[in-house]
Protein backbone atom coordinates (compact mmCIF):
# COMPACT_ATOMS: atom_id res chain seq x y z
CA UNK A 1 0.00 0.00 0.00
CA UNK A 2 1.66 3.37 -1.06
CA UNK A 3 2.34 6.11 1.85
CA UNK A 4 -0.08 9.41 1.86
CA UNK A 5 2.26 12.84 2.62
CA UNK A 6 0.88 16.02 3.21
CA UNK A 7 2.96 19.30 2.02
CA UNK A 8 2.12 22.28 3.37
CA UNK A 9 3.30 25.29 1.46
CA UNK A 10 3.71 23.06 -1.72
CA UNK A 11 2.92 25.63 -4.32
CA UNK A 12 6.66 26.59 -4.99
CA UNK A 13 10.13 26.11 -3.28
CA UNK A 14 11.15 23.27 -1.70
CA UNK A 15 7.30 22.14 -0.94
CA UNK A 16 7.22 21.62 -4.59
CA UNK A 17 9.89 20.13 -5.40
CA UNK A 18 9.38 17.71 -2.62
CA UNK A 19 5.89 17.10 -4.03
CA UNK A 20 7.57 16.17 -7.37
CA UNK A 21 10.26 13.55 -5.78
CA UNK A 22 7.24 11.85 -3.31
CA UNK A 23 4.90 11.67 -6.70
CA UNK A 24 7.70 10.36 -8.95
CA UNK A 25 8.04 7.30 -5.97
CA UNK A 26 4.36 7.18 -5.98
CA UNK A 27 3.54 8.39 -2.60
CA UNK A 28 0.28 9.49 -2.39
CA UNK A 29 0.45 13.06 -2.03
CA UNK A 30 -2.09 15.88 0.02
CA UNK A 31 -0.62 19.43 -1.42
CA UNK A 32 -1.48 22.48 0.32
CA UNK A 33 -1.06 26.19 0.07
CA UNK A 34 -2.43 29.64 -0.02
CA UNK A 35 -2.33 29.91 -3.71
CA UNK A 36 -5.18 27.90 -5.66
CA UNK A 37 -4.14 28.03 -9.37
CA UNK A 38 -0.84 26.66 -8.45
CA UNK A 39 -2.31 23.82 -6.60
CA UNK A 40 -4.40 22.89 -9.80
CA UNK A 41 -1.46 23.25 -11.74
CA UNK A 42 0.74 20.61 -9.68
CA UNK A 43 -2.20 18.35 -9.34
CA UNK A 44 -2.44 18.06 -13.06
CA UNK A 45 1.51 17.58 -13.10
CA UNK A 46 2.00 15.21 -10.75
CA UNK A 47 -1.34 13.20 -11.14
CA UNK A 48 0.51 11.10 -13.73
CA UNK A 49 2.41 9.40 -11.09
CA UNK A 50 0.27 9.22 -8.33
CA UNK A 51 -3.06 10.46 -6.79
CA UNK A 52 -2.87 14.25 -5.53
CA UNK A 53 -5.55 15.67 -3.45
CA UNK A 54 -5.54 19.44 -3.08
CA UNK A 55 -6.09 21.51 -0.09
CA UNK A 56 -6.08 25.24 -0.67
CA UNK A 57 -5.84 26.96 3.57
CA UNK A 58 -3.34 29.30 4.76
CA UNK A 59 -1.64 27.56 7.70
CA UNK A 60 -2.48 31.17 10.21
CA UNK A 61 -5.76 30.64 9.59
CA UNK A 62 -6.77 28.14 12.76
CA UNK A 63 -9.94 27.16 11.50
CA UNK A 64 -9.32 26.59 8.09
CA UNK A 65 -6.52 24.27 9.14
CA UNK A 66 -8.83 22.15 11.53
CA UNK A 67 -11.76 22.63 8.72
CA UNK A 68 -9.61 21.36 5.88
CA UNK A 69 -7.64 18.17 7.77
CA UNK A 70 -11.46 16.76 8.80
CA UNK A 71 -12.58 17.57 5.58
CA UNK A 72 -10.28 14.74 4.14
CA UNK A 73 -11.99 11.54 3.12
CA UNK A 74 -11.40 8.81 5.65
CA UNK A 75 -8.89 6.66 3.75
CA UNK A 76 -7.09 10.15 3.07
CA UNK A 77 -6.54 10.60 6.94
CA UNK A 78 -3.96 7.74 7.34
CA UNK A 79 -0.94 10.42 6.57
CA UNK A 80 1.83 8.52 6.92
CA UNK A 81 4.03 11.65 6.35
CA UNK A 82 3.70 15.38 7.42
CA UNK A 83 6.31 18.09 6.08
CA UNK A 84 5.55 21.39 7.96
CA UNK A 85 7.48 23.82 5.51
CA UNK A 86 5.24 26.60 5.19
CA UNK A 87 7.52 29.56 6.28
CA UNK A 88 8.56 33.09 5.29
CA UNK A 89 10.66 35.62 6.13
CA UNK A 90 10.00 39.56 6.05
CA UNK A 91 12.40 42.05 6.04
CA UNK A 92 15.58 42.62 7.35
CA UNK A 93 15.31 45.43 10.11
CA UNK A 94 16.72 45.55 12.93
CA UNK A 95 14.34 45.31 15.96
CA UNK A 96 13.83 49.10 16.74
CA UNK A 97 12.83 49.80 13.57
CA UNK A 98 10.55 46.68 13.10
CA UNK A 99 7.95 46.33 11.08
CA UNK A 100 5.07 44.37 13.73
CA UNK A 101 3.01 43.49 10.77
CA UNK A 102 6.16 41.74 9.87
CA UNK A 103 6.95 40.28 13.19
CA UNK A 104 3.34 38.74 13.13
CA UNK A 105 3.38 37.53 9.81
CA UNK A 106 6.69 35.64 10.77
CA UNK A 107 5.61 34.27 14.10
CA UNK A 108 1.89 33.28 12.62
CA UNK A 109 2.94 31.33 9.55
CA UNK A 110 6.46 29.77 11.27
CA UNK A 111 5.47 28.84 14.64
CA UNK A 112 1.60 28.98 15.09
CA UNK A 113 0.94 27.50 11.35
CA UNK A 114 3.11 24.64 12.22
CA UNK A 115 1.62 23.83 15.41
CA UNK A 116 -2.03 24.17 13.85
CA UNK A 117 -1.06 21.60 11.35
CA UNK A 118 0.68 18.87 13.46
CA UNK A 119 -2.28 19.24 16.31
CA UNK A 120 -4.86 18.48 13.23
CA UNK A 121 -3.23 15.61 12.29
CA UNK A 122 -0.65 14.06 14.82
CA UNK A 123 -3.57 12.40 16.83
CA UNK A 124 -4.28 10.49 13.76
CA UNK A 125 -0.77 9.05 13.88
CA UNK A 126 -0.92 8.63 17.41
CA UNK A 127 -3.75 6.48 17.37
CA UNK A 128 -1.90 4.36 14.53
CA UNK A 129 1.13 3.85 16.52
CA UNK A 130 3.18 5.10 13.21
CA UNK A 131 4.14 8.39 11.30
CA UNK A 132 6.92 10.45 10.36
CA UNK A 133 6.86 14.39 10.96
CA UNK A 134 9.74 16.91 8.92
CA UNK A 135 9.94 19.96 10.03
CA UNK A 136 11.72 22.34 7.78
CA UNK A 137 14.09 24.96 10.14
CA UNK A 138 16.87 26.71 8.62
CA UNK A 139 20.40 27.53 9.55
CA UNK A 140 18.63 30.20 11.21
CA UNK A 141 17.99 27.83 13.94
CA UNK A 142 21.16 27.43 15.19
CA UNK A 143 22.66 31.18 14.22
CA UNK A 144 21.12 34.49 14.32
CA UNK A 145 22.49 37.17 12.01
CA UNK A 146 22.03 41.27 11.93
CA UNK A 147 18.34 42.09 10.84
CA UNK A 148 17.37 38.16 11.22
CA UNK A 149 16.18 38.83 14.61
CA UNK A 150 12.43 37.66 14.71
CA UNK A 151 13.06 35.67 11.71
CA UNK A 152 15.49 33.82 13.57
CA UNK A 153 13.50 33.44 16.70
CA UNK A 154 11.27 31.69 14.95
CA UNK A 155 13.46 28.99 13.26
CA UNK A 156 14.89 28.78 16.95
CA UNK A 157 11.13 27.97 18.19
CA UNK A 158 11.19 25.33 15.25
CA UNK A 159 14.11 23.58 16.52
CA UNK A 160 12.84 23.36 19.97
CA UNK A 161 9.26 22.41 18.94
CA UNK A 162 11.33 19.86 16.67
CA UNK A 163 13.19 18.25 19.90
CA UNK A 164 9.99 18.39 22.34
CA UNK A 165 7.74 16.45 19.46
CA UNK A 166 10.13 13.83 19.20
CA UNK A 167 10.37 13.61 22.84
CA UNK A 168 6.41 13.87 22.91
CA UNK A 169 6.01 10.89 20.03
CA UNK A 170 8.79 8.70 20.05
CA UNK A 171 7.23 6.25 22.60
CA UNK A 172 3.68 6.08 19.90
CA UNK A 173 6.83 5.06 17.40
CA UNK A 174 6.56 8.36 15.34
CA UNK A 175 9.76 9.68 13.71
CA UNK A 176 10.19 13.13 14.15
CA UNK A 177 12.83 15.19 12.07
CA UNK A 178 14.41 18.35 10.92
CA UNK A 179 16.05 19.79 7.42
CA UNK A 180 17.23 22.81 8.26
CA UNK A 181 18.98 24.61 5.06
CA UNK A 182 21.23 27.15 4.22
CA UNK A 183 20.82 29.48 1.43
CA UNK A 184 18.03 28.06 -1.12
CA UNK A 185 17.78 29.76 -4.47
CA UNK A 186 13.50 29.85 -4.13
CA UNK A 187 10.84 32.65 -3.98
CA UNK A 188 12.39 33.08 -0.73
CA UNK A 189 14.08 36.02 -0.74
CA UNK A 190 11.53 38.12 -3.03
CA UNK A 191 9.04 37.62 -0.21
CA UNK A 192 11.65 38.87 2.13
CA UNK A 193 12.14 42.22 -0.39
CA UNK A 194 8.40 42.17 -0.69
CA UNK A 195 8.77 41.79 -4.38
CA UNK A 196 12.49 43.42 -5.38
CA UNK A 197 13.37 40.97 -7.27
CA UNK A 198 17.19 42.81 -7.64
CA UNK A 199 17.79 42.67 -3.92
CA UNK A 200 16.12 38.91 -4.03
CA UNK A 201 19.11 38.14 -6.91
CA UNK A 202 21.91 39.57 -5.30
CA UNK A 203 21.72 37.40 -2.30
CA UNK A 204 22.50 34.48 -4.73
CA UNK A 205 25.02 35.96 -7.10
CA UNK A 206 28.79 35.16 -6.91
CA UNK A 207 28.08 31.24 -5.54
CA UNK A 208 26.82 28.25 -6.18
CA UNK A 209 23.25 28.43 -3.80
CA UNK A 210 21.04 25.23 -2.94
CA UNK A 211 18.32 24.43 -4.97
CA UNK A 212 14.67 23.51 -3.72
CA UNK A 213 15.68 19.62 -5.37
CA UNK A 214 18.42 19.68 -3.31
CA UNK A 215 16.73 19.55 -0.30
CA UNK A 216 13.69 17.31 -1.72
CA UNK A 217 16.69 14.81 -2.49
CA UNK A 218 17.41 15.01 1.17
CA UNK A 219 13.96 14.63 2.98
CA UNK A 220 12.86 11.69 0.19
CA UNK A 221 16.30 10.21 2.07
CA UNK A 222 15.17 10.86 5.63
CA UNK A 223 11.55 9.53 4.82
CA UNK A 224 13.29 6.33 3.41
CA UNK A 225 15.16 4.84 6.27
CA UNK A 226 14.46 1.86 7.73
CA UNK A 227 11.87 2.52 10.14
CA UNK A 228 13.91 2.11 13.07
CA UNK A 229 16.07 4.81 11.98
CA UNK A 230 15.07 8.61 12.58
CA UNK A 231 17.23 11.58 11.48
CA UNK A 232 16.49 13.81 13.80
CA UNK A 233 18.54 16.79 13.25
CA UNK A 234 20.32 17.76 9.89
CA UNK A 235 22.37 20.82 8.68
CA UNK A 236 22.33 21.01 5.01
CA UNK A 237 24.76 24.27 3.08
CA UNK A 238 26.21 24.99 -0.15
CA UNK A 239 29.71 24.49 -0.71
CA UNK A 240 30.23 27.70 -0.32
CA UNK A 241 28.37 28.67 2.53
CA UNK A 242 30.77 27.83 5.62
CA UNK A 243 28.00 29.67 8.30
CA UNK A 244 25.02 31.86 8.96
CA UNK A 245 27.04 34.88 7.12
CA UNK A 246 30.18 33.30 5.85
CA UNK A 247 29.69 33.07 2.08
CA UNK A 248 32.39 32.55 -0.04
CA UNK A 249 31.19 34.51 -3.41
CA UNK A 250 33.44 34.94 -6.76
CA UNK A 251 32.04 38.21 -7.48
Avoid at 31 to 47: N, V
Avoid at 218 to 230: C, E
Wanted: charge should be positive; include cysteine.
Amino acid sequence: MNKTAFITGATSGIGKATAEIFAQNKIQLIICGRRLDRLIELKKKLSVHTEVHILNFDVRNKKEVFACVESLPQELKNIDILINNAGNAHGLDPVHKGNTDDWEAMIDINIKGLLYVTKAISPYMVQRKTGQIINIGSISAKEVYEGGNVYCATKHAVDALNKGMRMDLSKYGIRVSAVHPGLVDTEFSTVRFKGDTNKADNVYKGFKALQAEDIADLIYFVVTRPYHVNISDILILPTAQASGTQIHKEL
